[in-house]
């Protein structure tokens, strides 16, 4: 496979928003990414073992929810096929193996969820879809500015992930039902902290890292 690049249009306007998101990734990172798409490569690999990884933690924590371990058992896997599918664009695109400390994205939203049940269990879902739907608007936002074959490879990713998004939402909707507690506040709320976390100037660039940091 070559890197040949795509012909579309090499700026286009910055991400469209997508809910349950409140903000937009910043113009500046994607311009980065669309230029820096080999480390960005690297890191994406990594999201890919660890959104596996958080299905299957979720897995083991509610292991009474049948729909739920039904569910994320399949979301897990299917993370899996899309980790070997990276690492196979990594050798076809010479994008060599380096090890890389992850974001502060993910950890700081878990860290926001409530520690008590029945909240827990249901923030963590929140925080599973909110980081599924980053992941759609960027890889939507990034699939045109990037060479072949990676532009197809992120319009692929950019569906399964709107499809991940809702099994999330579902599943923590379908929770705050049973134990009869709201549910739109908190994907308020910690949308509000995934938006900051976007937003604010970060030092490092990863697959989610926020605005990039003028010395990052
Ligand atoms: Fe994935
Ligand atoms: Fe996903």
New binding site residues.
């Given amino acids: 496979m070559s890197a040949r690049r795509d012909t579309g249009p090499a700026f286009e306007p910055a991400a469209r928003l997508f809910p349950p998101l409140l903000v937009a990734t910043p113009a500046e990172w994607l311009e980065r990414a669309s230029t820096q798409w080999r480390e960005l490569l690297v890191d994406h690999a990594n999201c890919e073992k660890k959104?596996a990884s958080t299905a299957l933690s979720l897995l083991f924590a509610y292991a009474e929810d049948h729909a739920l371990t039904a569910q994320l058992s399949r979301l897990a896997r299917e993370?899996l096929r899309h980790f070997e599918q990276v690492q196979r664009l990594m050798v076809s695109l010479d994008v060599p193996f380096q090890r890389l400390s992850p974001s502060r994205y993910a950890e700081s939203l878990r860290r926001a969820a409530r520690v008590e049940e029945p909240g827990r269990r249901i923030d963590l879902l929140i925080c599973g879809g909110l980081i599924?739907a980053r992941?759609c608007e960027r890889f939507t936002a990034l699939a045109p500015r990037l060479p072949e074959p990676l532009g197809t490879f992120y319009r692929t990713l950019s569906e399964?992930?709107l499809r991940?998004f809702s099994v999330y939402f579902r599943l923590g909707e379908t929770a705050a039902k049973e134990d009869a507690v709201e549910f739109g506040a908190r994907v308020t709320k910690l949308a509000e902290i995934e938006g900051s976390l976007i937003s604010r100037p970060d030092p490092q660039f990863r697959f989610h890292s926020g605005r990039p940091a003028a010395d990052a």
């Fill in positions: 959104a993370e599924e992941s399964a992930e991940h």
